[in-house]
């Protein structure tokens, strides 16, 4: 396993305030971030990702795993909801995380399948192994050990020399990636963000102490890059989230990030607020009764062409530290619809306790309220742009982005650089 070490990548940070006053200087199109790539109308919803090009750019990007705060503890287990159930992770005896396919070497059953009974116990996605690290396929219970090694099958008169399928990996913090994808070299800028710094959060933290508390999983009818851009567009907070998220952050405050790979968008936490959503009054309510006004309202961040991480304030714990939640998503690509995953990590000790339970059940609530409201500008943006495409105007091209839009522009510019990779890909397989 790579683990995060050094500090590599050059970062670009934009306080908004300086977009908006370069915008009253400029009447024209201003950006924050310059425009490298302007996707076409086909790019954004037609043609092109419908021939499953986009599916191609997910594939060859890095693949997350899930976070070590699902297996903190020896002989715990994961199966990952971010790669659809495919991939097991197991914290062995030893301490060690290992990933397997989630794939039985017998008859290829699932070794771990999820929403079963099993031995009268449904099989829920994080639990324990053996206590000994084995692992055992409920068809007809071959048994591998920690490592993966098929110790006793015993419908066989001899154990037959199998190993399940490891996965290797690598670390980024707690953050868990397929190896060889490049993830630890795109992501490791981000440990030397000034902005996680100012609001106190240590991105991806090594994870012994977080906890997974829900994951949640919705198909969605309209495509990942959508999503995408619709997680780094924060203009549309204010009047989409009019009583939900606006009463949560004062975007007067935004501030963005940038690496070569991913955007951050930093926003401070509202004080006045006027009609509140009972989700977010909820939410609000249990933070300010945990030590008042928190250092941040919100930091979501985007990375590569379809993964988002986001962090929460949780208040302060008994000893006056800033406790924090730690969300992630995948959007899996299907044709021009998506899957979204999301998770919810927060610290074990909050979730030790009812009171915290009803804190991080409340974030959710908040949360999941936002992500439904999102539907609309998603949806909206698809059907607009299905009109242009399927009425000859598909090559009318983006209107102008606008300074609150520099995680969008981001965005674009990277897609243009994965669209010439895969060009480069495929003309060297020709
Ligand atoms: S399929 Fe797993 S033991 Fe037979
Ligand atoms: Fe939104």
Redesign the pocket.
Same mark, same amino acid.
């Given at each position: 396993m790579t683990y995060l070490t050094e500090l590599t990548f050059f970062t670009h940070r934009v306080p908004w305030g300086l977009s908006f006053v370069l915008s009253n200087l400029i009447t024209e199109e201003v950006q924050i971030m310059e425009l490298t790539f302007r996707p076409t109308m086909e790019d954004l919803c037609g043609a092109l990702f419908a021939q499953d090009k986009f599916g191609a750019i997910v594939a060859a990007s890095p693949r997350f795993l899930g976070f070590a705060g699902a297996i903190s503890e020896k002989t715990d287990r994961y199966v990952s909801a971010f790669t659809d159930d495919q991939h097991l992770l197991v914290r062995g005896t030893d301490g060690q995380i290992r990933c397997f396919l989630n794939t039985?070497?017998?008859?290829?059953?699932q $070794?771990v399948p999820l929403g079963h009974m099993v031995n009268g116990k449904m099989v829920t996605r994080t639990g324990k192994v053996a206590p000994t690290g084995a692992i055992t396929?409920? $068809?007809?219970? $071959?048994t591998y050990d920690e490592k993966g090694t098929l110790r006793t099958?015993l419908a066989f008169p001899k154990t037959p020399c199998l190993k399940l399928h490891e996965v290797p990996i690598e670390m980024v913090g707690g953050l868990i990636f397929e190896t060889g994808r490049g993830a630890y070299s795109q992501l490791a800028s981000v440990m030397d963000s000034p902005g996680f710094k100012k609001f106190g959060i240590t991105p991806f933290a090594r994870a012994a102490k977080m906890a997974l508390g829900f994951s949640e999983t919705s198909e969605e009818d309209f495509g990942t890059v959508t999503f995408m851009e619709v997680f780094g567009d924060t203009d549309h907070v204010d009047d989409i989230h009019v009583s939900s998220f606006h009463q949560q952050v004062d975007m007067s405050t935004l501030e963005l990030e940038y690496g070569e790979d991913w955007s951050v968008q930093f926003v401070g936490w509202r004080e006045k607020t006027t009609t509140v959503a009972p989700e977010y009054q909820r939410y609000r309510g249990l933070v300010l009764a945990r030590g008042g006004k928190p250092k941040f309202g919100a930091v979501w961040m985007s990375y590569g062409p379809n993964m988002t991480f986001e962090w929460y304030p949780l208040g302060k714990d008994e000893s006056g530290e800033d406790q924090t939640a730690f969300v992630t998503s995948v959007c899996i690509p299907n044709g021009m619809k998506c899957k979204i995953v999301v998770e919810f990590y927060f610290p074990a000790s909050l979730l030790a306790t009812e009171e915290g339970w009803n804190l991080a059940q409340a974030l959710r609530d908040a949360y999941m309220l936002t992500a439904e409201e999102d539907r609309y500008p998603c949806i909206s943006m698809e059907k607009g742009r299905r009109t242009l495409v399927e009425n000859k105007h598909g090559d009318e091209g983006l209107g102008p982005i606008g300074p609150q839009e520099g995680c969008v522009a981001h965005y674009y510019n990277l897609l243009g650089r994965r669209m010439k990779a895969l060009a480069q890909r495929e003309a060297c397989n020709v």
């Open positions: 039985c070497r017998h008859r290829n059953a $070794l396929c409920p $068809l007809h219970r $071959l099958a």
